[in-house]
């Protein structure tokens, strides 16, 4: 397993959507395609959703002593998962 810190941010035109999170590379690469739904997350009637893109994602930490000295020591999450949010009927 290769766990990274990685950077989610979706902006749009009516707000912004982002988090830091943990996770290993393999199960990000799996979410990769899928759909994201976080409901009214920016407000009433926001309905943001849409596909998880590469794009979306930027590794911030890949060494893996450094992504476990922050999970030691609870520096993250931060923000929104993308993760947590796929739709799955």
Known sequence: M???LYK???DRWYGKVE???VEDEA???NAIGKELSFGEV???WSEVYGPLEE???QVLVSDEAEVECLEKYNFIPFGYNPLEYIYEE
Request: charged residues 30%; proline residues 0%; hydrophobic residues 45%.
């Open 19 to 21: 988090g830091l999170f």
């Open 27 to 29: 199960v990000v690469n």
């Open 42 to 44: 920016l407000g009433k």
């Open 8 to 10: 989610f941010e979706w």
């Open 2 to 4: 290769s766990k990274k």
């Open 55 to 57: 794009s979306d994602l």
